[in-house]
């Protein structure tokens, strides 16, 4: 072999070695994740907003001293698992690796801090609560044909909470916006309920305002007055009986909001007409408000704006307190009062609840500045173990952090991307996403959608467990090359990092000693494929684990 | 009389029942008669002592038109040129294309005054699915959900499969609501492939291997959680077992109906609706208690006649040959088979050939599980007028029938105290039905 060939062999494995250890330093440290802009831990508004987090947790503390219940709590969850539940809460998947590489480097005391910021300024964050306020809003179902456009409305909503947009001021859009539901996406709020008449549904849409944006459920005042004494209206102060008036004067302020092929308008002199449970016919039925009348403002000639005026007053308190339940419940899995939309006007509320809903108030309806200070609360970095039993008490007062399951399209996320070393978010390669894309919804389908009501509590069906155990986007996620799971084997420089791997892309955390123990022992005495196959089934094995399906 | 507004029955004496002998004797008068008519009743009752015990729900989805169906008027302007067939029963007529269905006619009966309050499809199948309207604070079970829930005797325990199937699903399989999910149809599509995820992707060495680790894992996470008493009970693995046991068990050979002869088969029609109708009675054999089966494309807002003929066309086999392997087998006695979409069709044909949604009014056919054939409840108008509310053309049917009592039959037929109240999650009581059996079937 002359000089040259060796050269040309030389030149080659040298190639080979600098690929190699880049894909390794890939493996090991990955692209730096962007600083967020918005991270400011010495800020005069990270100070007020630990100051509020701090008054929610002395709120609950002493609540449980008027209840009595003792001040025994569970102690703080580590941070992977405290960033996890963030994730799951705001994105609706896990971190990816890249991402808890970062957060790790980051100082202890401002992780937390960092990591909302990172998230809130990831349009993963948007459109997964865009989703979930959607939910609310429209529901889930197609509705009507031409005239609703739910992607549209999905990605309305999601460009004003990445802008943070002040939320009373969405609500506003939300309950007085005008013309095509493809070119002003805010009206698919009403065109969605267009049925039999063909015009938008005044009762559907009482319905849908009482319950989405009040926290109040007065549908049953639909056919009858309330009977059992669950239902007061009135105000706080001097509540009053809901009656079957109450929810068909709240639905007259729709009467004069139409369809045509301008799309919808608001106008016109057209009166609210319906037949009572008693009466004989059809009578004319005037808007009005069902509580806190007092904050209408009479010299406001449309009704859907004087509505939307009433439901977005500073000092309509269901309407705070309908958002901060909701946004808890979304970080959390669970609300502060269940179900998330019915919270009596007269009370009891928690006092974090209170706190929260004068502090948004206060805060121009800041969504952000509530889910940064949720964030921030013991109550929500509470571990969900603890050295004492867990009764239901400890978790209705947030002594404990709730175990609650995760949705399908949480469980899905997850999956995704737990075999993806980096983040699948925006900025990842149109095909990792339009692949993402389809392999979520199919699996959502088949696992089946939670619906509108994703807060329920819910149990798993072998339908859900067969698809985890032999579903083909489970297995296609493992075995494809281009995943973490095959290059986890191959560039991991030895066991324990191998493990530590997908302990971490899986399930957030560091395997324990006996975890550890017991995979290395089966994985040391591997070699080449069979050794890929092993790391394969441990990925397999947690992706499969109860821990995956659960936020703790 | 016009014949339109006429109940029919076969005549035949094993059919009468005890209401119908009360009836008969209240009817003509001889009320003296009636404690013997009692004690015939009885009698005859007595005979019926088994409830069925399981429903085939074949699921037109998209609603067909009752005028080219089970409620054809031909002659009449709302016809719209469709033509009817005659079956073996005197006065029924079946839609055109119902050639085979038109031969069990005697096993099988027709609802043609249906009536709902929903008009969108989403809403209306909620609807018929659940026998309630959509409440946005409550999710109600759907039928199939419901009787797995009410009916779990010792045989129920000796099936490894799930009870409640739904074969090539539409968006709104059943589901188990407020039961929970668990109750959610188990879905599968054209039974001539493998059931979806039942067989595990690597070989059983491995598998078990798997499912060691598996073991391994949960326990140190339960370990840490022995203590919460909130989630004892749903946190676990007991999904895991049912999932392994119905990975191994012999019964999911009832969804595979590449054993059926070939020329068995093909009398269900070489459809996968055909094919699902056929692993329908074999599931049903196997212990399941609902199976649902999907037909969809009845949306014919164009070009009605052509379109719903298409359907006619894969749907007539499969009935007629369901209910024929039903009876031989021995299970149309304790088999419900039910046969309908969410609502009709508009009794007038729009300018591009289409028939519109008609929730005023509409059709479908039961038979099995003690529910005599060749009966027709209720009659749709031949001339009902353009113009009118809601309210005015429920009055232009006779004996017509709220969808809801189409759940209160059936939930009766199957021995399930329909009018039980049970608890929601949230501890709202609930009725389990709001119909009334409609009599005249049994």
Redesign the interface.
């Known amino acids: 072999m002359n000089l040259n060939a060796w050269t040309k062999n030389l030149f080659f494995i040298g190639l080979a070695v600098i690929g190699f250890a880049t894909l390794t330093v890939f493996l090991m440290a990955t692209d730096r994740v962007a600083a967020p802009e918005s991270f400011a831990p010495s800020s005069k508004a990270q100070f007020a907003i630990l100051n509020v987090a701090k008054t929610v947790d002395a709120s609950f503390k002493q609540e449980w001293n008027q209840k009595d219940l003792g001040m025994q709590a569970a102690g703080r969850a580590d941070d992977l698992t405290i960033a996890r539940r963030l994730s799951l809460g705001l994105t609706g998947t896990v971190p990816s690796l890249q991402e808890i590489r970062e957060f790790e480097s980051q100082e202890p005391q401002d992780r937390i801090h960092w990591w909302v910021s990172h998230l809130l300024e990831d349009r993963r964050t948007s459109n997964h609560l865009a989703e979930r306020f959607t939910r609310a809003f429209v529901?889930v179902?197609?509705?009507?044909f031409i005239l609703y456009r739910r992607r549209r409305f999905v990605k309305w909503l999601g460009d004003q909470i990445h802008d943070n947009v002040r939320y009373d001021q969405i609500v506003r859009q939300l309950l007085t916006g005008e013309g095509l539901w493809t070119d002003s996406p805010s009206v698919n709020f009403y065109t969605v309920t267009i049925?039999?008449t063909e015009q938008p549904d005044p009762v559907r849409l009482a319905?849908?305002t009482s319950?989405a944006l009040l926290g109040m459920?007065i549908?049953c005042l639909q056919c009858h007055d309330d009977f059992l004494g669950t239902i007061n209206l009135g105000s706080a102060d001097d509540p009053t009986g809901g009656m079957q008036t109450d929810f068909h004067s709240l639905a007259a302020f729709f009467a004069q909001t139409n369809v045509s092929l301008l799309g919808i308008k608001d106008g016109g002199d057209k009166e609210y007409q319906y037949q009572l449970l008693e009466a004989d016919e059809e009578s004319v039925i005037s808007p009005k408000v069902p509580f806190n009348q007092e904050l209408v403002d009479d010299n406001i000639s449309s009704l859907q704006k004087q509505l939307a005026e009433w439901v977005v007053h500073p000092e309509n308190r269901p309407f705070a307190r309908a958002t901060v339940n909701r946004v808890w419940a979304i970080m959390c899995g669970k609300p502060l009062v269940?179900?998330v939309?019915?919270i009596p006007l007269e009370g009891p509320f928690p006092q974090a609840m209170e706190v929260l809903a004068d502090d948004l108030v206060n805060n121009n309806f800041d969504l952000q500045r509530l889910i940064r200070t949720i964030a921030e609360t013991e109550a929500f970095q509470r571990d969900?173990?603890?050295d004492?039993?867990?009764?239901?008490q400890?978790?209705e007062n947030w002594k404990?952090f709730?175990?609650i399951?995760l949705r399908p399209d949480q469980v899905a996320g997850a999956a995704i991307q737990s075999t993806s070393f980096t983040t699948i978010d925006a900025t990842a390669h149109i095909i990792t996403r339009l692949t993402q894309f389809g392999q979520q919804n199919d699996f959502v389908e088949?696992y089946?959608d939670a619906?509108?009501?994703e807060f329920?509590?819910?149990?798993?069906?072998?339908?859900?467990?067969?698809?985890m155990?032999?579903?083909e986007m489970i297995?296609d996620r493992l075995t494809t090359p281009l995943n973490s799971p095959v290059r986890v084997s191959v560039l991991s420089p030895n066991t324990e990092q191998a493990i530590e791997t997908v302990y971490l892309a899986t399930l957030t955390r560091r395997p324990?000693a006996?975890?550890l123990t017991?995979?290395k022992s089966q994985l040391d005495q591997l070699q080449g494929t069979e050794r890929t196959?092993k790391i394969l089934?441990?990925y397999?094995?947690?992706v499969?684990?109860?821990?995956f399906v659960?936020n703790h | 009389m016009n014949n339109h507004y006429e109940n029919h029955a076969c005549g035949s004496f094993e059919h009468f029942s005890r209401r119908s002998i009360l009836r008969l004797a209240g009817l003509s008068g001889l009320s003296w008669l009636t404690p013997l008519a009692t004690t015939l009743a009885r009698d005859a009752e007595s005979k019926q002592t088994t409830h069925a015990k399981s429903v085939i729900v074949l699921w037109l989805e998209g609603a067909p038109s009752q005028l080219e169906t089970f409620d054809p008027h031909p002659g009449t302007e709302i016809a719209a040129g469709s033509k009817a067939r005659k079956t073996n029963v005197d006065g029924i007529l079946l839609g055109e294309g119902f050639e085979q269905t038109a031969e069990q006619m005697h096993s099988i009966s027709l609802i043609r005054a249906l009536t709902s309050k929903e008009?969108?499809?989403?809403?209306a199948i909620y609807n018929i699915k659940t026998g309630f309207r959509p409440?946005?604070?409550l999710?109600h079970p759907a039928i199939g959900s419901m009787i797995c829930h009410q009916l779990n005797e010792e045989a129920d325990a000796k099936v490894d499969i799930?009870r409640h199937v739904s074969i090539l699903p539409g968006?709104s399989p059943g589901?188990g609501g407020y039961l929970?999910?668990?109750y959610?149809a188990?879905?599968i599509f054209d039974p001539q492939n493998p059931v979806?995820?039942?067989?595990?992707?690597?070989e059983q060495h491995?598998q078990l291997?798997?499912l060691d680790?598996?073991r391994?894992?949960?326990n140190?996470?339960?370990r840490?959680?022995q203590?919460?008493?909130?989630?004892q009970g749903?946190?676990?693995?007991?999904?895991?077992d049912?999932?392994l046991q119905?990975?191994s068990s012999e019964q999911i050979r009832a969804f595979d109906v590449s054993t059926v002869p070939k020329e068995a088969r093909l009398q269900f029609g070489d459809t996968p609706f055909g094919r699902g109708c056929l692993a329908a009675v074999r599931l049903i054999e196997t212990g399941v208690r609902c199976v649902e089966v999907t037909l969809d494309g009845w949306d014919t807002h164009a070009n009605n006649h052509e379109l719903q003929a298409g359907r006619i066309d894969i749907l007539d086999p499969a009935l007629a040959s369901l209910i024929k392997e039903l009876k031989k087998r021995d299970l149309l006695d304790s088999t419900i088979v039910v046969c309908g979409g969410e609502f009709g069709r508009t009794p007038w044909v729009n300018p591009v050939g289409g028939r519109d949604?008609w929730p005023h009014g509409f059709s479908i056919a039961i038979a099995g599980g003690g529910i005599q054939g060749g009966r027709v409840v209720g009659a749709s108008s031949p001339n009902p007028k353009r113009d009118g509310n809601a309210e005015d053309r429920t009055k232009e049917l006779q004996n017509s029938h709220p969808v809801e009592d189409v759940h209160a039959t059936i939930y009766d037929a199957l021995g399930i105290d329909y009018e039980q109240e049970l608890d929601t999650?949230?501890g709202r009581p609930m009725q389990i039905c709001k119909g009334k059996p409609i009599t005249e079937l049994f």
């Not at chain 2, 008009?119 to 809403?123: F, I, M, S, T, V």
């Open positions: 529901g179902d197609d509705g009507p049925g039999d319905g849908r319950r459920r549908d269940e179900p939309d019915d969900s173990r603890a004492f039993e867990i009764t239901d400890h978790v404990v709730p175990l399951r088949r089946g619906g509108e009501d329920a509590a819910r149990g798993e069906t072998v339908t859900q467990r067969l698809l155990l032999n579903g297995d324990t006996p975890e017991h995979f196959k089934d441990i397999w094995t947690l499969n684990s109860i821990e659960w | 008009g969108d499809h989403n809403r409440d946005p604070t999710v799930p968006p589901r929970g999910d668990a959610d188990f879905k979806p995820d039942v067989k595990a992707r690597v491995r291997k798997r680790d598996l391994v894992i949960d140190e996470f339960l840490g959680r203590n919460n008493r909130v989630v749903s946190l676990g693995n007991h999904n895991l049912a999932a119905m990975m949604h999650p949230v």
